[in-house]
């Protein structure tokens, strides 16, 4: 399935109206209400109906946290599946659907706020959709939001960058003992099982005594760890690796 299969479905007349609803990708933050953004608020209460990431077991994080700042009981939710394989074609196909079923309220007129942990310019499934919406004509638009390594420094106590020191993000998926060779601040996102093997790649580059990690960071569920040699076997999804520059 190609990128372009869900424009060529709209019709011109689709496309060009002036009448469709706007798509607001809106990161919520990592965790905790009161670090939503006042942009983040207003335009939730602006949008008739809120999409939002849906898990297998029907937990939406991104959309508890924005229920726990303000009032959604009015709102319409659009609950969006999304599959975790790497395979790029299966990832296509839940983003086409995903936007799909939001373009069908854009067409109506209807405003649609899709919620996003952390900021959404940052491994944002939000933005991934708005690529698609936006590709397919219709007017989009991005709210930032506090991203889980600012959230994770400054519960460390951590500056991220000082003077001239250069800022790493960094995914699991990443050649890990390469990118760990860069000069500067370090932070390891995305980490869900690849913990260890993040841990051990640490260990091999001699910074797992400048290392700390949280998870679930501003949630009822978060952990603080400053020695990594401590981590627990099994650890939540939603962990940062800081590693301080030299």
């Known amino acids: 399935m190609t990128r372009a299969s869900t424009r060529w479905s709209l019709s011109p007349e689709v496309l060009m109206n002036s009448a469709n609803g706007t798509f607001y990708a809106v990161g919520v933050g990592p965790g905790a209400p009161e670090l939503l953004t006042l942009q983040a608020v207003n335009r939730l209460r602006q949008c008739p109906v809120i999409a939002a990431p849906q898990t297998k077991s029907g937990q939406m994080l991104a959309l508890d946290i924005a229920r726990s700042a303000l009032d959604l009981r009015e709102k319409e939710v659009l609950p969006l599946s999304f599959t975790m394989s790497r395979e790029p074609s299966l990832r296509e196909e839940s983003y086409q659907t995903a936007a799909r079923q939001i373009e069908a309220f854009l067409q109506k007129g209807l405003d649609v706020a899709m919620v996003n942990l952390g900021d959404v310019s940052v ?23 506090v991203t889980s390594f600012s959230a994770v420094a400054a519960r460390l106590g951590w500056s991220l960058t000082e003077m001239e020191t250069p800022l790493h993000i960094i995914p699991a998926s990443a050649d890990l003992d390469r990118a760990l060779q860069l000069p500067g601040t370090k932070v390891l996102m995305k980490s869900g099982s690849a913990i260890h093997e993040m841990v051990r790649a640490l260990e091999r580059a001699g910074l797992l005594d400048r290392a700390a990690l949280v998870a ?29 520059g030299a």
């Open 123 to 145: 491994f944002a499934t939000a933005y991934y959709i708005l690529e698609r919406i936006r590709e397919d004509g219709f007017e989009t638009l991005m709210v930032p939001g």
């Open 216 to 244: 679930d960071c501003g949630l009822p569920t978060e952990q603080v760890y400053r020695d990594l040699r401590e981590l627990p076997e099994n650890l939540s999804y939603f962990a940062t690796i800081i590693v301080q």
